[in-house]
């Protein structure tokens, strides 16, 4: 099966819909779909590895599948403990942290939450809305929200986000020296992006120090896992569901969430949300990440992409759970009494 240019590959035609709007399943068969998705998918060799420096020499066979439930329990099937760089799924992560530390209004005012319809790096989209990064899952707006993050120094900054991300994934989480340093030798555009936000008032910080904040906070290594539980950290109302921490209030879980529904997925969030119907984040490296509120989180890596710079098999088993285990925040069926 080929892979059409600017689709999004769900591939789930034949799979019965399941429709919840309270808990899980049993563990057990949440279990069995997990490790289903995972056969189901892993012979699909669609898409290609991303050809940015270092993330270029991925494995492309590596595939790791991950539901954590807001109850605790883990489920993971193939390469689930697999570390790779978390690349833009920080975006979501890292403006949690900015929301709780600043609240609701600063910082919907200051990065927006609506989708330029336009690529992830695009400067045009900067330009057009008067200098407005308009939502925090482009580069514009994850630049301006990283200049948010507290702290009196760049090193400050990053620490914050470090043990801030390390909490939402329930263990320390380390950089990537070799990821970040390949990254920082090719990323003028995000120089020139926060040089142009800078010049209108977006960035109070040196943009240089910005840009190197943010890249160190792609460059974290995460696994398969790792994704699962932070989706079910936002889903659980902030709090770790695995290590019981609290990590942001569940307003912020809300307003995060809202954002990812609307933006996570770039240009192709709209037809995300109409084909899974799940707030989601996805990475350069082949990470998704996405979240059905009150019940868990979704974990995928897959290093080959789409057009769009999206995990394919990932995609397609983050379809095959929503619709098999019944996470679709739109599906419904007719209320039957005593049920």
């Given amino acids: 099966m080929s892979v059409r240019p600017g689709a999004m590959e769900t591939d789930v035609e034949g799979v019965d819909q399941a429709v919840s709007t309270g808990s899980l399943p049993e563990p057990g068969q949440v279990e069995a779909y997990v490790a289903a998705a995972y056969e189901r998918y892993r012979g699909h060799d669609d898409g290609l590895v991303a050809r940015y420096p270092v993330l270029a020499d991925a494995n492309p066979g590596l595939f790791g599948v991950a539901v954590a439930e807001t109850g605790g329990a883990v489920h993971t099937a193939g390469d689930a403990?697999?570390?790779f760089s978390i690349q833009s799924i920080s975006k979501a992560f890292?403006?949690?942290?900015?929301?709780?530390a600043h609240g609701h209004e600063i910082v919907r005012d200051r990065v927006g939450v609506n989708n330029t319809g336009l690529a992830y790096n695009s400067v045009m989209a900067i330009e057009l809305n008067g200098g407005h990064p308009m939502n925090p899952m482009v580069n514009a707006g994850a630049l301006a929200t990283t200049a948010l993050v507290p702290g009196a120094?760049?090193?400050e900054q990053w620490e914050r986000?470090?043990?801030?991300?390390s909490g939402f994934a329930g263990r320390q989480l380390a950089l990537d020296g070799v990821v970040?340093?390949?990254e920082v030798v090719t990323n003028?555009?995000?120089r020139a992006i926060a040089r142009l936000l800078e010049s209108y008032g977006r960035i109070d910080l040196d943009p240089l120090d910005v840009v190197d904040v943010y890249t160190r906070q792609c460059?974290?290594?995460v696994s398969t896992r790792d994704l699962a539980i932070m989706g079910a950290t936002l889903a659980d109302g902030g709090v770790n569901p695995v290590s019981g921490e609290r990590v942001v209030s569940p307003g912020v879980c809300r307003d995060t969430l809202a954002v990812l529904a609307s933006t996570g997925m770039y240009e192709r969030s709209g037809e995300w949300l109409f084909e899974i119907g799940l707030p989601a984040k996805s990475g350069v490296s082949g990470g998704i990440t996405a979240i059905a509120p009150g019940k868990g989180g979704i974990g995928t890596f897959s290093p080959r992409l789409d057009s769009a710079g999206n995990s394919v098999?990932?995609?397609?088993a983050t379809a095959y759970l929503s619709r098999t285990i019944g996470l679709n925040l739109f599906a419904s069926d007719v209320h039957r009494s005593g049920r």
């Fill in 161 to 165: 986000i470090r043990t801030g991300l």
């Fill in 81 to 83: 403990d697999v570390e």
């Fill in 188 to 190: 003028q555009r995000n």
């Fill in 313 to 316: 098999r990932g995609q397609r």
């Fill in 94 to 100: 890292v403006y949690a942290l900015v929301c709780e």
């Fill in 180 to 182: 970040y340093h390949g």
């Fill in 153 to 155: 120094t760049p090193a």
């Fill in 219 to 221: 460059a974290l290594n």
